[in-house]
Structure formats: C-alpha cells, structure tokens
C-alpha cells in the first residue's frame, strides 16, 4: 500500500484548452497521487501533461491507444496503490485539496464514499448545486432511499475506498452515462455513505458534450444498457442491489429519458413513444420507494404515448 492516503484519475483526451485549469486545481492536493491517463489525444493534452510531471512528483504519466473516458478510468484504476480514489475530469477543476479534505473525512468517519456539492460552471455564469449533508447507513433500506434522492451518479464528486472496486467492478465501455451502473454498483458494496454540503468540485458546461448537445441523440438511450449491467451484478446482496436498481432504472432510466424527449421536443415520434412504453414496466414502479412524483410523471407520459 502506497503511503499516500488517495490516488486520483484524470483520464485526458483532447483537452489542450482546459487541461492547465484542472492539473494547477490538482496540484495542491496534499496527500495524493494524481495519475495523468492520456487517452491517445491528437492535440497538445499529453504534452501538457507531461510537462505537469516534471514539475510535481505527485503527478503519473500513463498513455494508451484511445479507448474512450471508461478505458481510461479503467486504466488508471490498475495503478492505485492507496486506500482511497478519485477521478476527476480533465475539462474541470476542483477547490483546493478537495480530494484529500473528503479522504480524510473517510478515513476519519469510517466512511466508504464521500460525496460533495458541485458547481456547474458556464462561460457567463456559476451556479452552486450542494447536497444535503447527511451520513446513510446502507444496511437500512429507508436510509438508502434517503441517500439515493440525495446523490448524483457522477464519478468525480466522490471519493472511494479503493477496495470497493472487486474484479466485477469497472466502468463499462462505449455507453453514455457509465457512470450510472458502476456508481450503482459501488453503493451495493458500501456499509455508510456521505454527503457533504460544500461545492468543491467545479464542472464545465462545454458546447457539443453529451449533457449539452443540441439535437436529441439515441445513445441517451445507453442508460438502460448500463441499468442491465447492474441488474446483472453477481452480489449476495441481492435486496440491497433489486432496491438500488428499481430506484435508478425509476429515475436515471425513465424519468431522465422522457425528460430529455420532451425538451429536444422529440416525443411525440412514434419511435421514441414506443421504446418508452416498452421501457415502463408496472411492477417496477409498484415496488419504487421513492418520490411518488416520478411515479406521476412517468404514468403522464406512458398514457400520453397512444395518444
């Protein structure tokens, strides 16, 4: 075990105009590793990078052929030697010592993920998105739906114990929204999560990403291919895993899809009307313990596809 106490990931790829931003922010982390995962970039990204390593001795250098942000994820993972982890994008930034500010308070806490707020960063304009401060016992189903209304899915608000990660767990290749089923996964092997209010992390809203695209695109429909991952999870925490599956097939499946045909304004084809109606199941919406409004919403739209 190395003798820092966290390893973060940076996966890189095409990121010349933001990479500086994200590795200064990186730099005063005290007590990490900081793994540079350049992702077959075509610009001047590892270059960039690079030049990060010879001025931190915190700072790793790894290059592979291009595989995607899962593969570099993945990749990185490999190379952790500490008790903790994190991944961090290289188009955002953090506040300073972020990671090792939450991996204390794990370590300090007995803590098996840490979660912070976040800021979603425009060109014009800032806007905070904290969380509800609170510790969830994961052995206690009302708590664990507690905690699911509470958290994001993301990556790179949180920080891990390493060994959550058992040789079944990884970011899955080629999906939009990977981090849906991994993050799924890894809050069925934790005993106590936390969510701290403070916004640390800073999140780009770049033009052209996957959340920011302008017309609708059918891999948002990847979700339920990630959701089948987790179904599929081989755990012997089986009602553990049918709880936290039911509420995110319920609120990252449906609800997030049918939002998203209704804002590129692309319900009413019948294509997209029918893959939602397939996609509602009765039975999982009798067994969702959470917010009944997106039992609501989801019934709305159902009923608005045969007409």
């Known amino acids: 075990m190395d003798t820092k106490l ?14 500086k931003e994200c590795l200064d ?6 007590n990490a590793n900081i793994i540079l995962v350049n992702d077959g970039s075509t610009d001047n990204s ?8 010879l001025k931190h001795s915190s700072f790793f250098y790894l290059e592979k052929e291009n595989g995607g942000l899962s593969s570099a994820r993945n990749e990185g993972i490999l190379h952790c030697k500490t008790k903790y982890i994190a991944f961090c994008d290289s188009d955002d930034w953090v506040e300073r010592n972020t990671y090792t500010k939450l991996a204390e308070l794990a370590e300090e ?10 800021f979603l960063n425009y060109d014009d304009r800032e806007i905070e998105v904290p969380l509800k401060e609170g510790v969830y016992n994961l052995d206690n189903k009302n708590e664990i739906v507690k905690l699911l209304d509470n958290i994001k899915v993301a990556a790179w608000d949180k920080v891990y114990r390493f060994d959550l990660f058992n040789s079944k ?8 929204f990977e981090d849906t089923p991994t993050t799924g996964r890894l809050l069925i092997e934790s005993k106590k999560v936390k969510l701290v209010s403070s916004s640390y992390y800073h ?22 291919e990630g959701l089948k991952i987790l179904k599929n999870y081989e ?40 893959y939602i109606r397939n996609k509602v199941n009765f039975s999982y919406l009798l067994k969702f313990k959470g917010n009944k409004k997106y039992i609501l919403y989801i019934i709305y739209a159902w ?3 045969y007409f």
């Open 109 to 118: 806490e007995n803590i098996d993920i840490v979660s912070c707020g976040m």
């Open 303 to 305: 009923v608005r596809t």
């Open 235 to 274: 755990t012997d925490k089986n009602n553990k895993k049918e709880l936290i599956y039911n509420y995110l097939y319920i609120r990252k499946g449906l609800v997030d899809s049918i939002i998203r045909l209704f804002n590129f304004q692309v319900f009413h084809h019948k294509e997209y009307q029918m």
């Open 169 to 176: 767990i990884d970011y899955p290749f080629g999906l939009y």
């Open 6 to 19: 966290i390893t973060i990931i940076v996966p890189i790829y095409n990121v010349e105009k933001y990479i």
């Open 203 to 224: 999140y780009r809203q770049r033009e052209g990403s996957i959340i920011n695209q302008k017309e609708f695109n059918k891999k948002y429909f990847d979700i339920f």
């Open 46 to 53: 590892g270059l960039i990078a690079k030049e990060y390593t």
């Open 25 to 30: 922010s990186l730099s005063h982390e005290k």
